[in-house]
């Protein structure tokens, strides 16, 4: 019964490849978040969607590509990766009206 | 979204209420006070928030001070489990996908048996 739910947990690949992280949840929410936490442990918002839609792009490079399918749904595509994008990436959701955001169990990505 | 301050560590005896400090002198008025903690390596957990008033959930309780300056979540008894980095996040009200949640480095608990 997993609320927020990402695959893979861990990603390793080499520098150049492209990669997704998946992430889906079960909860009816409307709006979905991805988050980087870096090497120092700070945790900063990349994107959000609501309804499907674009809302927050926090001055990440195009190399990442969020994909919304439908509501439940919230892809990260990452080309030309580099070492720097070595973290660990949370998906979130939330529901509209509400304060709490439910995070996924994150998913470790090493670029070699 | 008002900047905080938080102690970088505390060591709290098993057993013990943990009280955890929060200063956010620039708060404004239609601020929320939230907090979060982070288990190691699983994502951040929602405890509670607030606006003015003190707060109870099954978790925590969240006391504000009457200048919403700052403020200090309590986790009554604590166990061993309580061990995580907890943030205090300030947001205003948000809706429709904008409402980011903008982490500080938090205080990391240390529960001793």
């Known amino acids: 019964d997993t609320a927020v739910s990402q695959t893979p947990k861990y990603l390793v690949t080499q520098m150049g490849n492209d990669k997704s992280i998946k992430c889906e949840q079960n909860?009816?929410?409307?709006?979905m978040y991805w988050y980087k936490q870096d090497s120092k442990k700070f945790l900063k918002i990349m994107f959000s969607y609501n309804n499907k839609e674009l809302i927050i792009n926090e001055t990440v490079p195009n190399r990442f590509s969020p994909k919304s399918p439908d509501k439940a749904h919230l892809n990260l595509h990452i080309n030309s990766l580099e070492l720097g994008d070595s973290a660990v990436y949370f998906c979130?959701?939330?529901?509209?009206?509400?304060?709490?955001?439910?995070f996924g169990q994150g998913t470790r990505l090493t670029v070699v | 979204d008002a900047k905080t301050t938080q102690p970088p560590s505390m060591d709290c005896a098993e057993g013990r209420a943990a009280n955890l400090p929060c200063n956010h002198s620039?708060?404004?008025?239609?601020?929320?006070v939230y907090w979060y903690r982070q288990i190691h390596s699983q994502g951040p957990q929602y405890i509670i928030h607030g606006l003015k008033n003190n707060e109870t959930n099954e978790m925590a309780s969240l006391i504000i001070t009457e200048d919403r300056k700052s403020s200090t979540l309590i986790l009554p008894h604590a166990t061993l489990r309580d061990t995580a980095v907890y943030y205090c996040i300030v947001r205003g009200w948000a809706n429709f996908g904008n409402e980011k949640l903008t982490f500080g480095t938090g205080t990391r608990l240390t529960i001793i048996p």
């Open positions: 620039t708060i404004s008025g239609n601020e929320y």
């Open positions: 909860l009816g929410h409307d709006t």
């Open positions: 979130a959701s939330s529901a509209t009206g509400t304060t709490e955001a439910f």
